[in-house]
C-alpha cells in the first residue's frame, strides 16, 4: 500500500507562482512514473504532467506552455510541480498519482485557486 499526501495548494494571483509537493509513504524509486493531474470543477481530470524512468524523461499537458516544471527528489521520497505564471483557467484540484505492482495510487488532492 502506498500513501501520496500533496500539499502547497493556495491562493495566488494571476501570473504567481506556487510549487506543489507530493510525499510518499515509501522509496519513490519503486516507481518508473509519477503524475500530475488536475481537475477543474464540471472538468474531467486531465495530465498535468510526467516524469518517467530513471532518466526522469518529462512529458506536459499542451495547456502548460512551459510554464510548469515537475521535478522528484528521490532521497527525500518527493515529487514536485513548479507552478509558474499561473492564470485563472489553472484553478483546480492538483492530485499526485502514480501505479505500481498493479495498485492505481492517488493523493487525496490540494486546491490551487488562482484569481486576483
Known amino acids: 500500500q502506498v500513501q501520496l499526501v500533496e500539499s502547497g495548494g493556495g491562493l495566488v494571483q ?3 507562482s506556487l510549487r506543489l509537493s507530493c510525499a510518499a509513504s515509501t522509496s519513490i524509486l519503486n516507481f518508473y512514473r509519477m503524475n500530475w493531474y488536475r481537475q477543474a470543477p464540471g472538468k474531467q481530470r486531465e495530465l498535468v504532467a510526467a516524469i518517467t524512468g530513471p ?3 518529462t512529458h ?3 495547456f502548460v506552455k512551459g510554464r510548469f516544471t515537475i521535478s522528484r527528489d528521490n532521497a527525500k521520497n ?3 510541480l513548479q ?3 499561473l492564470k485563472p483557467e489553472d484553478t483546480a484540484v492538483y492530485y499526485c498519482n502514480t501505479v505500481w505492482r498493479s495498485g492505481d495510487y ?3 488532492g490540494t486546491q490551487v485557486t488562482v484569481s486576483s
Request: no cysteine; glycine share 22%.
Open 83 to 85: 507552478m509558474n505564471s
Open 60 to 62: 506536459y499537458g499542451d
Open 78 to 80: 518527493t515529487l514536485y
Open 106 to 108: 492517488w493523493g487525496q
Open 55 to 57: 532518466d526522469n524523461i
Open 14 to 16: 494571476p501570473g504567481g
